[in-house]
Every structure is written in C-alpha cells, then in structure tokens.
C-alpha cells in the first residue's frame, strides 16, 4: 500500500531556532502533499497544500514565511518551521496525494511532535 | 461549505460491548464521508469512507458506518469492542479539502 514517513518523528528545539520536518510518499509520486498541524486533544487543520514544482498554498492565517513549504520533488515535501516560539509546539501531519487518484485519497504520515523551549 | 460535528469527546464501552460513536455532517454538495482512527503521537489510518456508492460501509478491524441523508449522519459502529479499539476517531468531509471532527476518545473498559 502507499506509504508515507515523515521525519523527524519528535523534535525539541530552543526558541528562535528553525527546524525542518520532511514529508516522504515511499512508493509512489506525490504530485500534492498536504500538511496539517493538530493541537493537543483537537483536530487536524489543514495549514498548506504544496504541489511539486509550484508555491504552496496557504490557508487562511498561516503565516507563510514562518512555515516554509518546499515541494522540490515528487516525493519530498518539507516543512521548515522558522524562528520557533513555544506556541509553534504541535503535533504536524502530513499526506500525500497521487495524481492518479481521486483527491481525497490522502495518505497520511505518522506525524512529527515538534516542542520548542 | 462543509462541516463535521462528532457527539461525544469521549466514550467509554466496556470489552465486548456495541461501539458507536457520532458524526453528523453539513454540506452543500453530495458528501464524500471519512472515518480515521488515531493512536497515539502516530499519524491517521483511515478505516472507511463513503463516496456516493453503497449506503453501509464497511471498514477495517470489524467497523462499519451507515450514510443516512436524512439524517445526514454517517455514525461509525462496531458490535463487539476490544481493547485494540482503544484510540481516538475522527469523522472527517471532503469537499476540496479535508475538515475534520473534533475527536473521539474511545476507552475501552476490560
């Protein structure tokens, strides 16, 4: 089946420090990765959606220069989260789309629990 | 639009009982329907969905959901709960994005 891994699984950085969390679609080319931040206890929000090749769009409120969207290939996407505050604490998801596929099959990662101190 | 409303932030059953958990949902379009489960600081397995076909849908692990219109409602069931089911649920519409349900915490009580 479609696999997706995100790396890493946990991250804990000091406050003012960037990290980046990487998206993989393991057996298959991704034309469109999603990627969602999930508060504790709360749902899943959609933040960005990037297309290979093409800037990501960014839902409403979220900042796009504090998370950085790459898509450079059809099977890695990257999340780049600048100057972390501890709010930017959260639990990130990200899924994955084949181009042959209806959209709404999603392959979702294990997620990445990102804690800035 | 599109909407999901799951009743319930927790549910508790005891090990073999008939699981049920809620999900009602608003949209302005024939809804594509998702149900996921969620353990644990791990990501999203989907269990089932609905778009447009048969009514009752039937999942992984024993679940199943029934598509009512009239209700629009698309409740997530399974008769006999383990301790395996343990985890959180979320219902979820797309339309042309995801919008997903607050949750569901499922306990299961041995």
């Known amino acids: 089946g479609a696999v997706v891994s995100q790396h890493p699984s946990r991250v804990i950085c000091k406050s003012g420090t960037s990290v980046k969390i990487e998206c993989r679609s393991l057996?298959?080319?991704?034309?469109?990765m999603f990627w969602y931040r999930q508060f504790p206890k709360q749902s899943l929000m959609l933040m960005a959606t990037?297309?290979?090749?093409?800037?990501?769009?960014?839902e409403q409120g979220v900042e796009k220069d504090k998370f950085l969207i790459n898509h450079a290939s059809l099977t890695l996407s990257t999340l780049t989260v600048t100057s972390a505050h501890p709010e930017d604490s959260s639990f990130y998801i990200c899924?994955?789309?084949?181009?042959?596929?209806?959209?709404?099959?999603?392959?979702f990662g294990p997620g990445t629990r990102l804690t800035v101190t | 639009a599109q909407s999901v409303t799951q009743l319930g932030s927790h549910v508790s059953v005891s090990e073999g009982a008939l699981v049920l958990l809620r999900c009602n949902y608003s949209s302005s379009v024939p809804p594509y329907l998702f149900w996921y489960v969620q353990y644990p600081n791990q990501g999203l397995q989907l269990l089932l969905k609905y778009t447009s076909a048969a009514t009752l849908v039937k999942g992984i692990n024993g679940f199943e959901a029934e598509f009512k219109k009239s209700e629009t409602s698309f409740h997530l069931t399974k008769p006999s709960a383990h301790m395996s089911d343990a985890a959180e649920y979320f219902c979820a519409v797309f339309g042309n994005q995801f919008y997903f349900g607050t949750g569901t915490s499922l306990t299961v009580i041995p």
């Open positions: 990037s297309n290979e090749g093409s800037k990501a769009t960014y």
């Open positions: 899924s994955a789309n084949p181009g042959t596929e209806s959209s709404y099959e999603q392959y």
């Open positions: 057996d298959f080319q991704a034309t469109t």
